[in-house]
């Protein structure tokens, strides 16, 4: 399996520091609301897309849940609104490499601001202009800790004094061999006919049929139609359009198409009770772990619901093979050591169940 062992978080959003480590295939977060849970999954969405300038914009609008995010919405990626201080992600990769990233607030100038003609980087100062114009993405990928400060790139966007976006760099010589798939809470759909046009391009449309029938027998048929994903279901002759279904379905099948796509290495999955009738909880997490192995992905996971752990453990507790696979982690913000976060393996995991033990919060 491909993906990450460890991650490094300091000072994004509101975690100061915080370092996770022995993630597995799938990996669930728990924590009380504004632990952290949805910063781990950005941090971890940054990590895969170091080479995007536009990904931290692409995060503020699922965050803010709009279309249109400011540079002053992205300092809000910045521990205490400081954006003196870069936030640094970390991560060490199951293949043994490793890949760091800062993300920086910083002044380009330009000729013009509304063309984006680049002449020169500058730091802001009283000889040039006083205002921050752009977010930067410094970043490295190599073997060893040391090699990091030596190959490194380097990614930008510039706003205009009216906050959209004018100007942009990639780095071309760099080539990301990860990609992350991230399904938020508001259970948006708009990106599943591109992924379900994949699996159709593929010849695995089956492989979607077969696990939406374990969510409900009687649907026969999935198929892209223009922007549109539709449902065929037993005795109905007429595809009906997805966005007209249920949160329960939409939400399960947003996981089973992102999960299934071959073009996915890693999964995010923030909120995942959200939309979804408890009952569906065991099925849903037997969709994720069977279709991680089968398309061998890594998943990250985040929840508060007491119910999707007593189903999460009623479904491992029947598929044996599955629990090695396994890693819960319990995000606190501590009062003397900031914050943490507390791994539990499949049989600490059981005892906590069985003993009725709170997971989802570690008082010190």
Not at 26 to 54: D, R, Y
Not at 187 to 200: A, F, G, R, T
């Amino acid at each position: 399996m491909e993906g990450f062992k460890e991650i490094e978080i300091k000072r994004y959003r509101g975690i100061e520091s915080l370092e996770i480590n022995d993630f597995s295939r799938v990996n669930i977060f728990l924590g009380q609301n504004n632990s952290g849970k949805s910063s781990i999954l950005e941090a971890i969405m940054l990590l895969t897309g170091m080479s995007n300038p536009n990904l931290p914009q692409r995060i503020n609008n699922i965050r803010s849940r709009s279309f249109f995010s400011t540079l002053k919405d992205l300092s809000y990626m910045f521990y205490n609104l400081d954006i003196n201080k870069a936030p640094y992600l970390y991560a060490y990769q199951s293949d043994g490499l490793q890949r760091a990233l800062n993300l920086k607030i910083s002044y380009k100038y330009t000729d013009n601001n509304d063309n984006g003609e680049i002449e020169e980087m500058q730091v802001a100062s009283s000889e040039s202009k006083s205002f921050f114009n752009a977010i930067e993405m410094d970043f490295a990928i190599s073997k060893t800790i040391s090699d990091l400060d030596v190959y490194h790139y380097n990614n930008f966007i510039v706003f205009n004094s009216s906050g959209a976006i004018v100007n942009s760099k990639y780095s071309n010589d760099y080539i990301e061999k990860y990609r992350a798939s991230y399904i938020s809470p508001d259970l948006s759909v708009s990106y599943l006919s591109e992924d379900l046009s994949v699996l159709i391009r593929k010849k695995q449309k089956d492989l979607i049929i077969d696990r939406m029938q374990v969510f409900d027998h009687r649907i026969n048929a999935v198929e892209s139609i223009g922007n549109e994903v539709y449902i065929g279901f037993e005795g109905v002759n007429e595809l009906l359009p997805l966005s007209m279904s249920g949160d329960g379905l939409r939400r399960y099948l947003s996981v089973v198409i992102s999960s299934a796509n071959p073009e996915n290495n890693i999964i995010l999955i923030d909120e995942i009770d959200n939309g979804i009738h408890y009952s569906a909880y065991g099925k849903l997490w037997q969709s994720i772990f069977d279709l991680a192995h089968k398309t061998d992905k890594q998943v990250f996971v985040t929840t508060h619901s007491k119910e999707t752990l007593v189903q999460l453990y009623k479904m491992l507790r029947n598929n044996i093979s599955y629990q090695k696979d396994f890693r819960l982690y319990t995000v606190e913000k501590t009062a003397n050591k900031g914050h943490k976060a507390y791994k539990y393996l499949f049989e600490e995991f059981e005892d906590a169940c069985m003993n009725n033990v709170e997971l989802r919060s570690v008082v010190l």
